[in-house]
Every structure is written in C-alpha cells, then in structure tokens.
C-alpha cells in the first residue's frame, strides 16, 4: 500500500513538473533581451510571446474603439492569455479578437496553471 502511495505522489510531480515543459533554452535571449520594453501592436494586432514564466513584453499598446487580434504563441512550456475585462481567455495558442472600448491599463496574465512562476507571469494592456 504505501509502495502504491509513493508511486502516485511521484507520478503525480513529474505531470506537475511537465505542466511547463523544460524545453531548452538556447535560442530565447532575443525575447529575455527586450522584455523590460513596451511595445506597440503592429496594427491592431498583438504578437505575444510566451516563455517560462514571462511574456515577450511587460506593456502592449492598441488604440480603444478599434477591433483588436491577438495572437499566442509558446515558446517554452505551456501558457494561455487571460484579459478579464475584455472577456478574453485563451488556453494555448492561436488567435481571439476583441474591441477595447474604454481606454486604460488592463492586467494581461497567463490563464493556463504553469508552474512555480505561474503567479508572476503578467504583462499591462494599454489602451489609448
């Protein structure tokens, strides 16, 4: 019996342990680089880039009453983008649309339990 319990607590933190991923890490100085930046969207469009346990950018900026897209992807391990305000809750990557209407600084967090990290991992919406 306790052979048994031993076997799931160590199952069950290797699954926690995975849950980010440790893929290696050559190639992402680039993105550790700039991440102190604030950055402009290219149009209405967002690139957001996801690392453990940060995005590319601490600040992102879209004009308000215009269409937005925004657009996830995951460079190491496994994250989401959650913007409460705008009803936006992407688990993974891919794309979403949202409009902005009233301008402000909105908290943009990763909405996919990622790790140690997990409660730092956030960037500022500014809408204009």
């Known amino acids: 019996m306790k052979k048994g319990l ?4 160590v199952l069950g933190l290797a699954l ?5 991923g440790g893929g290696d890490s050559s190639g ?6 700039d991440g102190g930046d604030a950055a402009e969207s290219s149009g209405n469009t967002l690139d957001v880039t996801a690392t453990n346990f940060s995005f590319d ?3 992102y900026t879209v004009p308000a009453g215009e269409e937005v897209t925004v ?10 983008i959650g913007i ?3 009803d936006v809750n992407m688990e993974g990557e891919g794309e979403t649309t ?3 209407e009233e301008p402000g600084e909105y908290t943009i967090y990763c909405s996919v ?6 409660a730092d991992m956030k960037s500022t919406l500014v809408v204009e």
């Open 28 to 33: 992402s100085d680039e993105a550790e680089s």
């Open 57 to 59: 950018k601490d600040e």
């Open 84 to 86: 409460d305000e705008f």
């Open 98 to 100: 949202f409009t902005p």
């Open 16 to 20: 926690f342990l995975a849950a980010c």
């Open 113 to 118: 339990p990622c790790g140690q990290g997990h």
């Open 71 to 80: 657009s996830l992807t995951n460079e190491e391990g496994m994250h989401g």
């Open 6 to 9: 031993l076997a799931m607590l």
